[in-house]
Structure formats: C-alpha cells, structure tokens
C-alpha cells in the first residue's frame, strides 16, 4: 500500500485545469504533427494523468470513473487531442489489471507507463508452445506513438473442434510495426496510427478470453478486492470517454464568451453582438445542452462507481442504458457547438480559431462506434422493446 495518501477527485482536477494554457499553446503543433508534444506527454505524465488507473501497489491513484470523467472534461479545455489520449489510454490501462500478478508487475514497472489499445479483433491467433502467435492489424490506434505497451484482440481458433474466441492480449510496442497514417480532420495530435503484428508471439500469461474482460472478470484476487477493477468493460469505456466530448463544449463556450466582447454582426443594425437577442438565446440554448450533457456524463459515472463499490451485477437495461448516455453527451456536446460556432459568425471558419478544432474533433468523435449516437440510441431502444441485443459491446 502507498506510504503517502493518494490524491483526492479535488486535487486531480486541479492538476488537470492547471494543465490547460499548455495544453492551448500545444494544440496546433500536435495537430501539424498528428501526434502530442513530448512536452504535452511529460506535462501529463508529471500531473499523474497516466496514474489514474493503476493500482495503488503500483504508485497508482486507483481513481473511480467520475474523477476520470472531471478531469479528461478539464483537459478537453484545452486540447480534445490531449484529453482524448489521456482518456484512452485509462481504459486499457484497466484492462491491464484483468491480468495476473505477475503480468501486472511487467507493465507497471514502467513509470508512467502508457498502454494504447483497441476493442476490433482484426487479427487472428494460433496456439503454440508456451502461449501463442498473432498475426493480423489494428486502425485507429490513439497514442500509438507515445505508448510502451498495446492491448490486442485476435480470434482465437482452439484447434480442438470448439468454436473461435476472441482472445485479448498484451503486447509491447516493440513487437509491432507503426504506420503512420493519421491523416485526419478532427482529432489530429491524437495520433491514431494503424499497427501491425507479423508472428508476434505472446507468452501465455499475457492473454486472456476476451469475454471474461467484457464482463469486468479479473483473474488477479488482489484487484477482484478494488471497487474499480469490479466493472464490465464497455460501461467502464464509456465512462471514461465522456469527458473529452464534455471538456470540449466547455472549451467552446469558453472561446465564444472571450470572443464576444467587442464584436458586431455585419450588416445589421448591431454594433455589439452582445446586445443582440439572437445571441442571448444562442448562448442560453448551448449552455443547456452542455448541462443537459454533463447530467448524463454524471449518471453514466455515477453508475458504474456505484455498482462496482456495491459489487452487484448489471441488469441489460442498464448496460443499454450505459451506452445510451454516451452517445447522448456526444450529441449534445455537438449540438452546442454547432450553436455557438453559428453565432461566432463568418470569421470562425479561419483554421487558427480555437471553436473550428473543436467542430472537428467532436465529429470525429461521434464517428467511434461505442460512442455514435444514433447507434446508441437504437440499441438501448431495442432492448426497451423487449429484444435481445444484436451486439456483444454492451
């Protein structure tokens, strides 16, 4: 156990917010560069972003999903890339701690270690001696460049006559192949490489059935003992995504509301677009999106915190539910962009202006099937219905 008390919600959320003005200054050379700044990288990794998830054993700050969810909502403040990074790299860094002991022990002798991964199980795997060989690829790999460790899904065929199985995986990044293709409209300091394993073998141990992930199975004892090692996997992934999509409204109202003063509204009567009635329903209209927002970011991580310190299972429609939620923080965060990014008038469309990233990045985010809206929202009205669901992500 830490020698030390570990942080509190409060003072994370501070580190975070205090990281914003860097996070702002290092946006656009992330996004030249379609990947974080090693500046932006050490600046999380001294705030103890990447600790978030870790056991306490480890020099983690074993941290629930709401304080995920309040400060990815600060870093989204500042850059949607950074605070999508951080975010993603929490939710395989809890699935590291599905692992044995000695898998754990591997992974987190890294300080500040990074662990990128997926959910697509784009490639296949074979049993050999002493655990198996992958061969396959993975797009959309956020963080890649900055990663130690990636988290893989490959099918599994047991060769024993049983049917194929996902099989979840912990491979270093040293073992891959890197493209680098990120060439993209929003979220581009993301970096969301392709990687590729060419007979990559991974040790036994290194491996587990996906489906004992997905239901938030741990084979460690010691986690099995740790509230937030207790969850299903995709409630725990969508909770710690919706804070970008939240930081970003934020971030968007906040440039609109430091824009206005001074500004006017061509060819109007309007010599102060702070006078004018249009504006005032524009921003009280955004501003109860964003609100409307932050209330189902707030049940999606109160949920899961709550239920995995009760230990009590899941019920269908709460899952469904779960997956609801995220998709309506994105469309709702979307929503109040598009409002203030209407209001902010003809000279928003230049590149430099901070609300033109943010339409981008909020696009490219409602395109992630665990968070897309419509997909969402159909799902947890099939299950309203009385319908199986037609998907094992849930």
Not at 184 to 199: H, R, V
Not at 209 to 236: C, D, H, K
Request: aromatic residues 6%.
């Amino acid at each position: 156990m830490p020698s030390t008390p570990l942080p509190t919600r409060a003072q994370l959320v501070e580190r975070a917010a205090g990281l914003v003005p860097l996070l702002r200054s290092n946006a656009a050379k992330a996004a030249e560069d379609r990947r974080l700044t090693e500046e932006t990288i050490d600046a999380l990794a001294d705030a103890g972003i990447f600790k978030l998830r870790v056991p306490a054993r480890f020099g983690g700050y074993e941290a629930d999903t709401t304080t995920l969810m309040e400060v990815a909502a600060q870093l989204g403040r500042g850059d949607g890339s950074a605070s999508w990074v951080a975010s993603v790299y929490s939710i395989p860094g809890w699935m590291v701690c599905m692992f044995p002991e000695e898998v754990q022990e591997e992974v987190f002798a890294t300080p500040n270690v990074r662990v990128c991964g997926t959910l697509s199980p784009t490639a296949f795997a074979k049993t050999v001696s002493g655990g198996y060989v992958v061969n396959g690829k993975w797009s959309f790999i956020s963080g890649a460049p900055h990663a130690h460790w990636q988290e893989i899904i490959a099918i599994l065929d047991p060769g024993d006559g049983s049917e194929p199985y996902p099989l979840m995986a912990l491979v270093p990044m040293a073992d891959l192949q890197v493209v680098d293709d990120w060439f993209a409209t929003g979220l581009k300091g993301s970096g969301s490489l392709t990687t590729i394993a060419q007979d990559v073998f991974v040790p036994a141990e290194r491996a587990l059935p996906m489906p004992t992930v997905v239901q938030g199975n741990t084979v460690s004892e010691r986690n099995a003992r740790i509230p937030i090692y207790r969850a299903p996997l995709v409630p725990v992934s969508g909770a710690c995504t919706v804070g970008t999509l939240l930081g970003l409204a934020r971030a968007a109202k906040e440039n609109f509301l430091e824009w206005l003063p001074g500004r006017r509204i061509a060819y109007t009567a309007y010599s102060k677009q702070s006078d004018a009635a249009v504006t005032h329903l524009q921003v009280a209209e955004a501003s109860q999106k964003i609100d409307q927002a932050e209330f189902h970011a707030r049940r999606i991580t109160s949920t899961v915190d709550r239920k995995a310190v009760e230990g009590v299972p899941w019920t269908l429609v709460e899952r469904a539910r779960n997956r609801a939620d995220v998709g309506e923080v994105c469309k709702l965060a979307k929503e109040a962009v598009d409002i203030l990014a209407a209001g902010a008038g003809g000279a928003s469309i230049y590149q430099h202006v901070p609300i033109q990233g943010i339409l981008h990045d909020l696009q490219a985010a409602s395109l992630h099937a665990l968070i897309n809206p419509t997909t969402a929202a159909e799902l947890y009205g099939r299950i309203l219905c009385g319908l199986e669901p037609d998907t094992a992500y849930i």
